[in-house]
């Protein structure tokens, strides 16, 4: 039984990721990514989001920037808000609590 | 019609059960044995037993005075048996003559009112082998899922179960509002931080009033207690599954309540009125969730899990029963990466990451699911051979003397 290590993930390329709304800037990592892997976007992604090349090494079920994101600007993902950026965010950079905080506590880092 | 039929068993006021359970339901934890004694051996009886205790006062009683008369009042209850020692907080007969309303057979057994303990259990066996071999002779028959109501929720939450079992639940749920149905979720603690949503569903300018008031409630509940709920969520373990913020883990949940109107909010141990999308106002914690649900008068509950450690229990989490026989849970996982869990759940759902299934093809398997429980498929945790008892813990929300 496999624990949080993933040995499902493939070295050298190829990971995948799932954009659960079409609106959304974010998606979601299936597998774990490293710093130059192509991810494959799958789920509702728009046409024009094909593949994304990662800038840093994400996690499994962690998330990735599928678009630029600016400071301040609203996160989005199930078509909806879960944070503002808090830096800026290129594509294909990591998504957490680094750089988004929440709208709905207030002073929070997240 | 609405042409969604199901075979269940039509009760004597109308409504559907899909199950037929001898519910034995004592009143007090004093009476909690009798129940045991009572209901033993004895095929489709079912002793319920709770934590309630005399020590309860005001609207904790009331409240468990309407849990145990929506226990009884649920369809799948086929017959009642009460269970009372005569000093009991909540009287016995009350309950009975609640539950007899339905125009199912009940009977009502109090120790003050027989000779001995030992004639109150003879009674009540004797009452419930009758109903037993009643019970054989019923015959299911064509029903409308306009009357079922549907209970909805997720437990052992991760990445994926937000993204797959949650959205096509979600689906479900509006397939079956469309239908005629009734569907109920709750985790009034979950909603903290997507309650916005939820508000701009409301059907009308009360119900967006409930939902803030039940939210603003649960959160002074917990500031109250030192804590400050927004702060402490999500929880480390979340942020360490790659959830960021509060609102990202509610949406997740909220997602499987698709997208219909909500009709109503309600109070545990309360029933919904009427078809449609409704809320309980109840916390987070699976017995309390599953009683509130049993009470509501829901017939079947569809329970979606992540991965992880949560997926790995082949029962259910929070009980060590898989639940109460009054409602049939259909289990739904998500992730992936479980694979040896499958086999504890009726649907996987993760097919829909790996590509492998579409959205829609996982919702209807899950819808398909749900009406074969229905017409009585037994779904993985009726199959799975369950140990133990469970006192089941009711919600208490004042002191105790």
């Known amino acids: 039984m496999e624990t949080g290590n993933d040995t499902n993930r493939t070295c050298g390329g190829d990971a995948r990721a799932w954009i659960a709304h079409e609106t959304d800037n974010v998606a979601t990592m299936l597998t774990p990514g490293t710093n130059g892997d192509t991810v494959r976007l799958a789920g509702d992604a728009p046409e024009d989001l094909g593949r994304i090349l990662l800038l840093e090494s994400i996690p499994v079920d962690h998330k990735v920037a599928v678009r630029s994101i600016a400071p301040d600007e609203l996160v989005i993902k199930f078509g909806a808000r879960i944070g503002r950026a808090s830096t800026a965010i290129p594509a294909g950079g990591y998504v957490h609590v680094q750089n988004v905080r929440s709208e709905r506590v207030p002073g929070a880092g997240r | ?401």
Not at chain 2, 16 to 29: D, E, H, S, Y
Not at chain 2, 230 to 235: E, F, I, K, M
Not at chain 2, 264 to 278: D, I
Not at chain 2, 379 to 400: A, D, S
């Open chain 2, 1 to 401: 019609m609405t042409g969604e039929v199901v075979q269940g068993y039509r009760r004597p006021n109308g409504e559907v059960g899909i199950r037929n359970v001898l519910l034995v339901l004592p009143v007090a934890q004093c009476a909690n044995e009798l129940a045991v004694r009572c209901a033993s051996g004895i095929d489709g009886a079912f002793p319920l037993l709770t934590t309630q205790p005399c020590a309860h006062l005001g609207e904790d009683n009331e409240a468990a005075k309407n849990c145990l008369i929506g226990w009884g009042r649920n369809p799948n209850a086929a017959a009642v048996l009460v269970l009372g020692i005569g000093c009991d907080a909540i009287a016995a007969d009350e309950v009975a003559d609640a539950v007899r309303e339905t125009g199912k057979p009940v009977t009502c057994l109090t120790l003050d009112r027989c000779e001995s303990w030992e004639r109150v259990v003879g009674s009540g066996r004797c009452w419930l082998i009758d109903q037993a071999r009643a019970v054989r002779g019923m015959v299911r028959e064509a029903v409308d899922i306009a009357d079922l109501t549907l209970g909805i929720k997720c437990g052992g939450s991760d990445a994926t179960s937000a993204l797959a079992g949650n959205p096509a639940i979600g689906g479900v749920v509006d397939r079956w509002i469309d239908a005629g149905g009734t569907v109920v979720f709750s985790e009034t603690t979950e909603l903290i931080g997507a309650e916005h949503l939820l508000m701009a569903r409301a059907a009308s300018e009360n119900v967006r009033d409930d939902i803030e008031n039940v939210v603003t409630a649960t959160i002074e509940r917990i500031e109250a207690t030192g804590v400050d709920p927004r702060g402490t969520q999500p929880t480390p373990g979340n942020i360490r599954g790659g959830l960021t913020t509060l609102e990202e883990k509610s949406l997740g949940g909220v997602l499987k309540t698709g997208t219909r109107p909500i009709r109503s909010v309600f109070p545990w141990g309360g029933r919904p009125m009427g078809p449609g999308l409704h809320l309980m106002d109840c916390p987070a914690n699976v017995p309390q969730l599953l009683l509130g649900w049993a009470a509501a008068g829901a017939q079947c509950l569809l329970f979606s899990v992540g991965g992880g450690l949560p997926a790995r229990i082949p029962s259910l989490i929070g009980t060590n029963v898989g639940g109460i026989p009054l409602l049939p849970i259909v289990k739904i996982l998500s992730n992936p990466r479980e694979l040896d869990a499958r086999a504890y759940f009726d649907i996987y759902a993760g097919g829909v990451l790996e590509g492998t299934e579409t959205m829609d093809g996982v919702g209807d398997r899950i819808w398909q699911k749900t009406l074969a429980t229905a017409s009585g498929e037994h779904t993985w945790l009726e199959r799975y051979p369950l140990q133990g008892i469970q006192m089941w813990e009711l919600l208490v929300r004042g002191p105790t003397v």
